[in-house]
Structures are given as structure tokens and as C-alpha cells.
């Protein structure tokens, strides 16, 4: 089965970036859109950004729009996730996933369309 794992987390003061990656292992993904989440102690799972296979489509949460970008290389079966401009609120488990369905493009915020996760990498933003 295919695994997900995240890197690039720490502990970052407010203002400052991070590069999130996330590394395939096994069978590759094919044709299926990647998503970024994260989820603070207490809180419910957020939908951050999400892109498509091929990398020609992506799509990003309002309150990250400007800041967070996403990107993907296929070749490596790696998803990456810049972060600038970071906030306290920021502070989250952040979990990358595969769509639960093969398509070039759809535009999924929902936790119950992906079916693959990585087991998080913790992102601390102080103030």
C-alpha cells in the first residue's frame, strides 16, 4: 500500500516560513488530486490546499490565500507545502492525503474525500 510521510515541521516564530514535504513510499497515487490539512488540539480537521496530479490545478483555503502554497512532482511522488507569513493560529498537526478517487481535477475540502494520510508533522508558530 502506498504511505504518506510528512516532514519540514517545527517550532517557527510568527512571521517566519516552513516548507512541509510529503514523501510517497510504495505503489504511487496515479491520477488523484493531493491535499494538505491540519487539525490544533480540540479543534476539527481544516482543509488547507489541495492540487491536482498533474500540478496544473490547485486550490487553497481563503484564510491561507497569499500565504501557503502548494506543489507537486509527480517523477518523485512528493508534495510540498510552503508556508510564509506564519501565524499563532497556524500552529496544527499538518497532515497531507490522496484523493479517495482517481481524476485530473476536483476541487475536495472535505476530510471524507481522501482516503490516504500521512501521519502528520507538527507546526508550532509562536507569538
Known amino acids: 500500500q502506498v504511505q504518506l510521510v510528512e516532514s519540514g515541521g517545527g517550532l517557527v516564530q510568527a512571521g517566519g516560513s516552513l516548507n512541509l514535504s510529503c514523501a510517497a513510499s510504495?505503489?504511487?497515487?496515479?491520477?488523484?488530486?493531493m491535499g494538505w490539512f491540519r487539525q490544533a488540539p480540540g479543534k476539527e480537521r481544516e482543509f488547507v490546499t489541495a492540487?491536482?496530479?498533474?500540478?496544473?490545478?490547485?486550490a487553497i483555503a481563503d484564510s491561507m490565500k497569499g500565504r501557503f502554497t502548494i506543489s507537486r512532482d509527480r517523477g518523485k511522488n512528493t508534495v510540498h507545502l510552503q508556508m510564509n507569513s506564519l501565524l499563532p493560529e497556524d500552529s496544527a498537526v499538518y497532515y497531507c492525503a490522496a484523493d479517495r478517487d482517481p481524476r485530473e481535477w476536483f476541487t475536495s475540502a472535505k476530510v471524507s474525500d481522501y482516503d490516504t494520510w500521512g501521519q502528520g508533522t507538527q507546526v508550532t508558530v509562536s507569538a
Open positions: 510504495g505503489r504511487t497515487f496515479g491520477n488523484r488530486v
Open positions: 492540487i491536482s496530479w498533474s500540478g496544473r490545478n490547485t
